[in-house]
T-cell receptor, first 116, second 111 residues
Framework: SAVISQKPSRDICQRGTSLTIQCQVDSQVTMMFWYRQQPGQSLTLIATANQGSEATYESGFVIDKFPISRPNLTFSTLTVSNMSPEDSSIYLC?????????????FGEGSRLTVL | GDSVTQMEGPVTLSEEAFLTINCTYTATGYPSLFWYVQYPGEGLQLLLKATKADDKGSNKGFEATYRKETTSFHLEKGSVQVSDSAVYFCALDTGRRALTFGSGTRLQVQP
């Protein structure tokens, strides 16, 4: 398995500010993903975090709004920029563990953001 | 594009009742199919999976069979327990290694 720590676990933010979420994994992983889960809705993939290069964003998500870093194989950050109430969501870090090859993803417990 | 449709919840059952949570999908190619579970206060975790048609995934008394002809992957359990109360997500992977999720179904099991 993989143990994923996300910080912060929750936060209340003011409109127009930015917040960076950290994701730390206890072992090296091949793929890291960031998902968003809006209230009462499913998980939506924001982007794939690529080590040493720009993240790959899904349709509807852009780098200026959700800049992502992945400096090594065990750590990534997601920033939610210039927040509005519509950004209130749970943000989840997810990883595919190196060498497992099962297609299984491991998830952090999420970061619950409330934007006022 | 790829999509997953789950039955809406919440589903409320008495202990030892039979459970079915429906899941159908739309995808190009031949996806792998998954059920993930999120217990209260915990992160999502894999419950079971199937990678090709007619495969049956099973774990903790739960089962789901990959039905290509009906594009379905329904989750079943013969006798639910209070500890099964959670949110269940159906998901697929078409080889991108990122998952497409259904909307989730909350299960509440009463003693």
């Amino acid at each position: 398995s993989a143990v994923i720590s996300q910080k912060p676990s929750r936060d209340i933010c003011q409109r127009g500010t930015s917040l960076t979420i950290q994701c730390q994994v206890d072992s090296q992983v091949t793929m890291m993903f960031w998902y968003r889960q809006q209230p009462g809705q499913s998980l939506t993939l924001i982007a794939t975090a690529n080590q040493g290069s720009e993240a790959t964003y899904e349709s509807g998500f852009v780098i200026d709004k959700f800049p992502i870093s992945r400096p090594n194989l065990t750590f990534s950050t997601l920033t939610v920029s210039n927040m509005s109430p519509e950004d209130s969501s749970i943000y989840l870090c997810s990883v595919e563990k190196a060498g497992l090859g099962t297609g299984e993803l491991f998830f952090g417990e999420g970061s619950r953001l409330t934007v006022l | 594009g790829d999509s997953v449709t789950q039955m809406e919840g919440p589903v409320t059952l008495s202990e030892e009742a039979f459970l079915t949570i429906n899941c159908t999908y739309t995808a190009t190619g031949y996806p792998s199919l998954f059920w993930y579970v999120q217990y209260p206060g915990e992160g999502l975790q894999l419950l079971l999976k199937a990678t090709k048609a007619d495969d049956k995934g099973s774990n903790k008394g739960f089962e789901a069979t990959y039905r290509k002809e009906t594009t379905s992957f329904h989750l079943e359990k013969g006798s639910v327990q209070v500890s099964d109360s959670a949110v269940y997500f159906c998901a697929l992977d078409t080889g991108r290694r990122a998952l497409t999720f259904g909307s989730g179904t909350r299960l509440q099991v009463q003693p």
